[in-house]
């Protein structure tokens, strides 16, 4: 891997960690490799998306839009996707396993439990409501933004009662 550090001599810090986010993006794109707090697989044409915690929300917006450009498929599996790992519910071509738990919370500061000001807090609060389908959005912004410690939980059966696709099963392998 190419140390970015090295390689921009006079780049600003903000750059640099734009690069270093593209990077990731672009290795895991060609390699499958793991990208941000996610477990990844790459399977027929889709990408996986397993236990993911999630993290900064402006950071999987990016990724997002990038996957929302190429046309990537999602498939949310696994025991659990939390926080800005909801946010891929946006995308046309996401859909969910039955079993997965959905843990929603409004957006806070880097320290855990620390609210925003006001207006901080609706500016990121709708712009994550955005990458929701209806009837999710709504709940959001009236229920789950107002929650920062822990975690509204919903199963992935609960959210494909709402109209979000269900993910195929997967083909079990026979033996002997």
């Known amino acids: 891997m190419i140390r970015l550090e090295s390689a921009i001599v006079s780049g600003s810090s903000a750059l640099l960690a734009r ?4 990077c990731c993006i672009a290795s895991f794109l060609v390699v499958a490799g793991g990208c ?9 044409g889709y990408l996986i998306v397993r236990n993911d915690r999630g993290g900064s929300v402006r950071d999987r917006a990016e990724i997002i839009e990038t996957y929302r450009r190429s046309g990537t498929r999602i498939h949310i599996r696994g025991s659990y996707c939390l926080s800005a790992c909801t946010l891929y519910l946006g995308l046309n071509r996401t859909c969910v396993a039955p079993d997965t738990i959905f843990g929603f919370h409004g ?3 880097r320290f855990y439990g620390v ?3 006001f207006q901080s807090f609706d500016y990121w609060s709708r712009l994550m409501a955005n990458y929701y389908p ?3 959005r709504t709940w959001f912004i009236e229920t789950g933004r107002h929650r920062i410690v822990g975690f509204h939980e919903f199963s992935g059966q609960n959210l494909i009662e709402m109209g979000v696709a ?3 099963r ?3 392998s026979r033996t002997g």
């Open 19 to 22: 690069l270093k986010r593209v």
């Open 36 to 44: 941000l707090n996610a477990n990844w697989a790459a399977d027929n």
């Open 107 to 109: 957006p806070s500061s």
């Open 115 to 117: 609210a925003l000001p």
């Open 134 to 136: 209806e009837p999710l």
């Open 166 to 168: 269900e993910c195929p």
């Open 170 to 172: 997967a083909a079990r």
